[in-house]
């Protein structure tokens, strides 16, 4: 993708997006996720940029990039510290292939043993600011951040906007909970409706959009390019679909358990594929269940998360 795709791509707004989620968005979920609920964009998960290895970014996370295939852009998420890491490790990407980059200023839990990461980067933003100049520079391709409000104040943001638009950031995603806050309390999208009026760059509003009727009611504020969908889309992948159509009704408890049988099922045979093995497997399809809420399945959920085998796996999830 090059930056006139994503440039297109807003222009012609509401753009759903999946979110980056460490540990979950591997590729063979944001593969299920294209070919059934079709977002306009998917992340990788974080790639950690190495700061004590010349390599700055790991085999494996280059080869992620480089698989991509299809359509669906993919936007590469980059965490780390240090003008010299991450110019690097974005030169490295962009000549695996990555078409879009991003950098990570929102994770609670980024701190690398060498230092400062994701939200703590909020902390320093004259240093910040040196940075992402420095990134911008470097980076021939799209170039968008996905930040927190603030560190602590969730009115940082008011601060930060004329020095992402200074370094040249094309498009921002924001998360309307403070670092500090890490997921308490409730994303404030009135914060996302203050800087959607202001923002200098197309804004993407992301934090508990977990229903139709919040995700409309986001897109109705003028200035707002797209969604961006969590633990939401995990929850109920369908809630793509239904945002596209408008259509706020739920499924029937048949359609749910067919939909969820689909959903976890037809990872079985690519988690085999990509993950080291049945345990390795397992334990990752088991991740993704502590997403699904449904009260009405907890016995049944909290019966896959203890099967040891993915037969039995695969068995119990008939009776979803
Ligand atoms: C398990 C988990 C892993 C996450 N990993 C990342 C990540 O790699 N990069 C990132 O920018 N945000 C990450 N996030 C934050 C989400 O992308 C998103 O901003 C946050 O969950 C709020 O959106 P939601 O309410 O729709 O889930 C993660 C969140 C969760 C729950």
């Not at 902390?123 to 602590?152: M, T």
Request: proline share 6%.
């Amino acid at each position: 993708m090059n930056r006139n795709v994503t440039k297109s791509l807003l222009d012609t707004p509401p753009l759903l997006m999946l979110a980056p989620m460490q540990g979950l968005t591997n590729r063979v979920l944001r593969q299920w996720f294209i070919e059934h609920v079709a977002p306009d964009m998917v992340f990788t998960e974080f790639i950690r940029v190495q700061t004590r290895s010349r390599k700055r970014v790991t085999r494996s996370d280059l080869a992620e990039v480089n698989s991509h295939k299809g359509e669906t852009p993919l936007v590469v998420q980059m965490i780390g510290h240090g003008e010299e890491p991450l110019c690097e490790a974005a030169e490295g990407l962009q000549l695996a292939g990555a078409g879009h980059l991003n950098l990570n200023l929102g994770c609670p839990y980024g701190r690398m043993q060498t230092g400062a990461t994701g939200g703590e980067l909020l902390r320093e933003p004259l240093k910040l600011a040196a940075l992402l100049r420095k990134l911008r520079a470097q980076i021939k391709v799209d170039f968008s951040i996905k930040c927190r409000a603030g560190y602590a104040d969730p009115r940082q943001i008011f601060e930060l906007l004329p020095i992402f638009a200074d370094a040249g950031v094309d498009w921002l995603i924001l998360h309307p909970r403070t670092v500090v806050q890490r997921y308490a309390g409730e994303a404030d999208h009135q914060l996302t409706a203050e800087v959607a009026a202001i923002c200098p760059m197309p804004l993407i509003a992301n934090g508990d959009i977990n229903d139709v009727a919040t995700g409309l009611k986001l897109l109705q504020i003028p200035g707002i390019s797209g969604l961006m969908l969590g633990r939401g889309a995990l929850a109920d992948p369908f809630l793509f679909r239904r945002l596209r159509e408008g259509n706020s009704e739920l499924p029937s408890e048949a359609e749910r358990s067919a939909q969820l049988r689909g959903y976890i099922g037809d990872l079985l045979p690519g988690y085999l594929e990509q993950f080291c093995g049945e345990r390795q497997s397992l334990m990752k399809l088991k991740d993704l269940l502590n997403f699904i809420p449904d009260l009405s399945r907890q016995r049944l959920l909290g019966k896959l998360k203890r099967a040891q085998s993915l037969e039995k796996f695969g068995r119990l999830l008939q009776e979803i």
